[in-house]
């Protein structure tokens, strides 16, 4: 699996652009695979237009995070110096002993966490005290991205997610989009290859079926939570059985392919609700139709039945 463009930022944050798609309404969608330090997720959750899936604490192993907190501390971007408000006042002027203290500080977490273990408390437990010094993986797909750039990209953030936002910025501007028609799908970690007559779909250069992509995608989507990521068919297959065929349904892994609308708006159009195809869910003032928290595109998660629980 290759990326489209990768962007390094400081204190070790990465944007990777997985794929980037458009519909013949010049409407972009853009997945993207993205490493930063868990101390800003609360931020990134908060921008409910995109659909995301994340490293989870409570899947990882206790060694695992143990390991990367003494060898690769998630650090912050910028040391400010204290004021009144939520932005600092610049940095302090002495930066390196900040840095020394938050490294002691993630030393003596880990030792904490080593007792707990030792306790016999479970990782869901013993990661929490972990959580400010780690990194964490997250896939991030979207239609709706001008607000979230809007406000992360922008002097009064946090410098942290400041920096996140910057680097998926500049790895978004220098990807070309692949536009898609109706039935073309957008994927995540799946290729999608336009023909001369058809679209084809390959995963690690080995072409697959659309019924096939559509099942490997969600399963890559929710490996992001527990695992390396296994993009070989068997595994994938495993996942998705687990994925689809529980009760509850674990719908967020198939929120991130999509496949352009039909007709996006609803101006002009007798018998509005009846003429919408499968998969539309609302339609907003300016008349355009869309599916779940995609506009102008059909999301996999609203295709499939029991996705939600009504009331």
Known sequence: MGYKNIVEGNA????RVLNKSMNDDGVEIISFELEYPRFIHSELMTHRALSKNAASSRAIPIAKTLEAVRNNPAMHVQWGKNKAGMQADGEIDD????????LTAANAAADRAVVMEDLGLHKQIVNRILEPFVFMKTVITGTEWENFFFLRDHPDADPTIAELARCMRIAAQNTPATILHPGEWHFAYVETDIGFDR????IDGEEISLEDAKKIDAACCAQVSFRKLDTSIEKALQIYERLAGSTPIHASPFEHAATPMEKKSWFNHPNIVE???????????QGNLWSGNFKGWI?????????????
């Open 12 to 15: 070790g944050i990465v944007a």
């Open 275 to 285: 003429t919408w195809e499968d998969g539309i869910t609302h339609a907003d003032r």
């Open 299 to 311: 999301q996999h998660r609203q295709l499939i039945s029991g996705n939600y629980v009504e009331g």
């Open 95 to 102: 930066p390196e002993m900040a840095k020394w203290q938050w």
């Open 199 to 202: 679209a084809t779909y390959s």
